[in-house]
C-alpha cells in the first residue's frame, strides 16, 4: 500500500505517508534519535534512505521509565555537540516515547526546529505520531511536561512492524480500537469480522491507514484539543492512573489503556450510555488480542484522587470520555461522585473478570 493523508489545521499542514519508506532528503543537518533496540534493526536501512550534508546518531536508552527530563537533557547535549542550528532536522526513529520526546526536545531547541517521525510501533504509526502532542513523565504523572509541536512529515512503513514483539502488537491494537469506538461502528464492525495480525499486512496496513485518517480528521477539526480531540483521550483518565499506580512497570500504555476503556464503558453502562452487550463486544474484542481488560484495587477513593492529576481535569471537575453507543463519544464532567466510585469498586473487585 501506499498512501497519503494531509494533516490541514490553521496552523500546520504536513503529509503522513503511509508505504515503504522513501528517500529523505534535507539541505541542513539532521539528527536521528532512536533506541538501542530500534537502532539495532531499522538504523541502517534509514541511513540509506536519507540525504543531507551531515547526518548523526543520538540513542537514548529503550523504555517508558527513560521518557523523563533526563533523556531531554542527554538530547539537547547531542544537539550542542553536533553544532544543530535553527534550521537542522530531528528524525525520531522509534515507538512513541521515542517520538514523544523528539517532538518535545525539537519544540524547545533553540526555540524549535522541524522533526520528522518514523513510528516503528503499531502504537506510534497509529496514533502517537500524528497530531503534534509532545512531552515526557515527571514524578506527577504522564506526559505532564509537553509542548505542541507537529512534525514536517511522519513516514509509516508497516514492514517495520514485522519485529514487533506480539505484547506491543496488542498494545497498538488497543489504540486501534479506541479510533474505532470513538468514530466509526463500520471499523469497529470490520475489526470483530477479522482479526489483525503480521501476517496479513495488507489487512494490517488498511487498517493503520483507517486509525490514521480519523487521527486526522479529529486533529484537522481540533488541533490544539479545545474540543473533540479529548475524545482520542477514551481508556486514557483511567489507564493513565493505572500506570501511574504501578509505576509504568506492570502494563503497557496500550494495555493500560484497554483496561482504562473497559472501565469507561462500565460507567457508561452506568450511566446508560452503552448496553451491557456493547460493553461485552468491546471487552470480547480487546481480550482476542490478550490486552488486559481488569486491574484489581482496593482502594477507590486513592483511584479517584489520581484523576486530578489528568490534564482534562479543570477546576476540580473531573472530565470522563464516554463512548455513546458504538461509533460515538460524550464528554462528561458532572458524574457524582458516588457514581464515580461505585463503579471504581466494582471495576476494583478481585473477582472480576
Ligand atoms: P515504546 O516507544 O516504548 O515502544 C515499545 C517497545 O517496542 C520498546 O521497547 C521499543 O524499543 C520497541 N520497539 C519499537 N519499535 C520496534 C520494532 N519495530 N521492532 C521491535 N521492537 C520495537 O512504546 P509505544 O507503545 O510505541 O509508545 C508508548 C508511548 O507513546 C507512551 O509514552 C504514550 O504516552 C505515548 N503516546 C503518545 C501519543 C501522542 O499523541 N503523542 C499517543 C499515544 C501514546
Ligand atoms: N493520543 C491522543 C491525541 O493525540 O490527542
Given at each position: 500500500m501506499n498512501k497519503t493523508i494531509q494533516i490541514q489545521t490553521k496552523s500546520t499542514q504536513y503529509p503522513i505517508y503511509i508505504g515503504t519508506l522513501p528517500q529523505i532528503e534535507s539541505p541542513h543537518k539532521v539528527l536521528i534519535v532512536s533506541n538501542p533496540k530500534v537502532a539495532g534493526f531499522y538504523l541502517r536501512q534509514v541511513l540509506e534512505r536519507i540525504i543531507a550534508p551531515e547526518v548523526y546518531v543520538c540513542i537514548v536508552p529503550d523504555g517508558e521509565q527513560y521518557k523523563n527530563m533526563q533523556s531531554v537533557e542527554y538530547i539537547l547535549e547531542c544537539a550542542f555537540s553536533h553544532r544543530l542550528d535553527r534550521k537542522s532536522l530531528m528524525i525520531a526513529l522509534g515507538g512513541g516515547v521515542i517520538g514523544d520526546m523528539v517532538g518535545f526536545v525539537s519544540g524547545i531547541y533553540q526555540r524549535g526546529i522541524d522533526f520528522i517521525q518514523i513510528p516503528t510501533t503499531l502504537l506510534a504509526q497509529v496514533d502517537a505520531s500524528v497530531g503534534g502532542k509532545t512531552g515526557v513523565n515527571n514524578a506527577f504523572g504522564k506526559n505532564l511536561i509537553g509542548l505542541f509541536h507537529q512534525p514536517k512529515a511522519v513516514y509509516i512503513d508497516p514492514a517495520m512492524l514485522t519485529t514487533l514483539p506480539n505484547r506491543e502488537f496488542g498494545a497498538g491494537v488497543a489504540e486501534i480500537v479506541k479510533m474505532a469506538v470513538c468514530f466509526d461502528k463500520t471499523f469497529f464492525d470490520s475489526l470483530l469480522a477479522r482479526k489483525l495480525s503480521l501476517q496479513d499486512m495488507e489487512s494490517l496496513s488498511e487498517a493503520i491507514a483507517k486509525s490514521v485518517e480519523i487521527k486526522a480528521r479529529v486533529v484537522n477539526a481540533d488541533e490544539k484539543e479545545q474540543g473533540i480531540r479529548a475524545a482520542l483521550n477514551y481508556g486514557h483518565t483511567f489507564g493513565h492512573v493505572i500506570e501511574n499506580l504501578t509505576q509504568?512497570?506492570?502494563?503497557?500504555h496500550g494495555e493500560a489503556v484497554s483496561i482504562g476503556m473497559c472501565m469507561a464503558n462500565t460507567l457508561a453502562c452506568e450511566l446508560g450510555l452503552l448496553s451491557q452487550e456493547q460493553c461485552q463486544s468491546i471487552k470480547q474484542l480487546l481480550s482476542s488480542y490478550n490486552l488486559p481488560t481488569h486491574f484489581a484495587f482496593e482502594n477507590a477513593q486513592g483511584f479517584y484522587e489520581k484523576f486530578y492529576l489528568d490534564k482534562k481535569s479543570t477546576d476540580s471537575r473531573i472530565m470522563f470520555i464516554l463512548p455513546q453507543g458504538i461509533g460515538d463519544v460524550k464528554f462528561c464532567n458532572d458524574v457524582p461522585k458516588d457514581v464515580v466510585l461505585r463503579v471504581l469498586k466494582k471495576c476494583g473487585d478481585y473477582d472480576e473478570n
Amino acid at each position: 500500500m501506499n498512501k497519503t493523508i494531509q494533516i490541514q489545521t490553521k496552523s500546520t499542514q504536513y503529509p503522513i505517508y503511509i508505504g515503504t519508506l522513501p528517500q529523505i532528503e534535507s539541505p541542513h543537518k539532521v539528527l536521528i534519535v532512536s533506541n538501542p533496540k530500534v537502532a539495532g534493526f531499522y538504523l541502517r536501512q534509514v541511513l540509506e534512505r536519507i540525504i543531507a550534508p551531515e547526518v548523526y546518531v543520538c540513542i537514548v536508552p529503550d523504555g517508558e521509565q527513560y521518557k523523563n527530563m533526563q533523556s531531554v537533557e542527554y538530547i539537547l547535549e547531542c544537539a550542542f555537540s553536533h553544532r544543530l542550528d535553527r534550521k537542522s532536522l530531528m528524525i525520531a526513529l522509534g515507538g512513541g516515547v521515542i517520538g514523544d520526546m523528539v517532538g518535545f526536545v525539537s519544540g524547545i531547541y533553540q526555540r524549535g526546529i522541524d522533526f520528522i517521525q518514523i513510528p516503528t510501533t503499531l502504537l506510534a504509526q497509529v496514533d502517537a505520531s500524528v497530531g503534534g502532542k509532545t512531552g515526557v513523565n515527571n514524578a506527577f504523572g504522564k506526559n505532564l511536561i509537553g509542548l505542541f509541536h507537529q512534525p514536517k512529515a511522519v513516514y509509516i512503513d508497516p514492514a517495520m512492524l514485522t519485529t514487533l514483539p506480539n505484547r506491543e502488537f496488542g498494545a497498538g491494537v488497543a489504540e486501534i480500537v479506541k479510533m474505532a469506538v470513538c468514530f466509526d461502528k463500520t471499523f469497529f464492525d470490520s475489526l470483530l469480522a477479522r482479526k489483525l495480525s503480521l501476517q496479513d499486512m495488507e489487512s494490517l496496513s488498511e487498517a493503520i491507514a483507517k486509525s490514521v485518517e480519523i487521527k486526522a480528521r479529529v486533529v484537522n477539526a481540533d488541533e490544539k484539543e479545545q474540543g473533540i480531540r479529548a475524545a482520542l483521550n477514551y481508556g486514557h483518565t483511567f489507564g493513565h492512573v493505572i500506570e501511574n499506580l504501578t509505576q509504568y512497570e506492570q502494563f503497557l500504555h496500550g494495555e493500560a489503556v484497554s483496561i482504562g476503556m473497559c472501565m469507561a464503558n462500565t460507567l457508561a453502562c452506568e450511566l446508560g450510555l452503552l448496553s451491557q452487550e456493547q460493553c461485552q463486544s468491546i471487552k470480547q474484542l480487546l481480550s482476542s488480542y490478550n490486552l488486559p481488560t481488569h486491574f484489581a484495587f482496593e482502594n477507590a477513593q486513592g483511584f479517584y484522587e489520581k484523576f486530578y492529576l489528568d490534564k482534562k481535569s479543570t477546576d476540580s471537575r473531573i472530565m470522563f470520555i464516554l463512548p455513546q453507543g458504538i461509533g460515538d463519544v460524550k464528554f462528561c464532567n458532572d458524574v457524582p461522585k458516588d457514581v464515580v466510585l461505585r463503579v471504581l469498586k466494582k471495576c476494583g473487585d478481585y473477582d472480576e473478570n
